[in-house]
T-cell receptor, first 115, second 117 residues
Framework: DTGVSQDPRHKITKRGQNVTFRCDPI?????LYWYRQTLGQGPEFLTY????????KSRLLSDRFSAERPKGSFSTLEIQRTEQGDSAMYLC?????????????FGPGTRLTVL | AQTVTQSQPEMSVQEAETVTLSCTYD???????LFWYKQPPSRQMILVIR??????QNATENRFSVNFQKAAKSFSLKISDSQLGDAAMYFC??????????????FGQGTILTVHP
């Protein structure tokens, strides 16, 4: 078990460009979460999947953001027409199937800088 | 909506001493759970300890323990015998145990803990 992985770790882009991030959850974890963390702040929930179904989206997730989790395995988060305000750390987390509690295991994050 | 407040932006402690980090929260859910996560500089978030709201007994994990006061909606973290490796940003978080927002975590602003040798 290698933990949650995210790719790339760092992304620098120019305003207006599209970017895509990938998250690979821990094997057999059926829930996958995306959060955004700005410098010095706590993570903010963006969206979450149970298997391939996207069950909730935050109001933070504007129509420029889209997330997918085909086949219930890895997930991608795409940001179209990036803006400087999108600069942040994008965190992915996964949690195991079943049970009452839902401990989330976080990946290292993708740091996005929009110039 | 859920809110989490960490009123201490920074704390410091001497190595081997004890420190307590404060957290208060607000939720309308009856069934929820609470976490403390640790985020070392430039490293990923690591779970420190978790507590289910229906359990009266305070959770402990080695040197880490919590003081969970459900009526006061308070969830503080006590670190005993502090070590240099405990230096990090600590986040308190609350998550729903059911309902439409199951699993979604709401985090506080964080407390930076410095450990002095």
């Amino acid at each position: 078990d290698t933990g949650v992985s995210q790719d790339p770790r760092h992304k620098i882009t120019k305003r207006g460009q599209n970017v895509t991030f990938r998250c690979d959850p821990i094997s057999e974890h059926n829930r996958l979460y995306w959060y955004r963390q700005t410098l010095g702040q706590g993570p903010e929930f963006l969206t979450y999947f149970q298997n391939e179904a996207q069950l909730e989206k935050s109001r933070l997730l504007s129509d420029r953001f889209s997330a997918e989790r085909p086949k219930g395995s890895f997930s991608t988060l795409e940001i179209q027409r990036t803006e400087q305000g999108d600069s942040a750390m994008y965190l992915c987390a996964s949690s195991p199937r079943g049970g009452r509690t839902d401990t989330q295991y976080f990946g290292p994050g993708t740091r996005l800088t929009v110039l | 909506a859920q809110t989490v407040t960490q009123s201490q932006p920074e704390m410091s402690v001497q190595e081997a001493e004890t420190v307590t980090l404060s957290c208060t929260y607000d939720t309308s859910e009856s069934d929820y759970y609470l976490f403390w996560y640790k985020q070392p500089p430039s490293r990923q978030m690591i779970l420190v300890i978790r507590q289910e709201a229906y359990k009266q007994q305070n959770a402990t994990e080695n040197r880490f323990s919590v003081n969970f006061q459900k009526a006061a909606k308070s969830f503080s973290l006590k670190i005993s015998d502090s070590q240099l490796g405990d230096a990090a940003m600590y986040f308190c978080a609350v998550g729903n145990a059911g309902g439409t927002s199951y699993g979604k975590l709401t985090f506080g602003q964080g407390t930076i803990l410095t450990v002095h040798p």
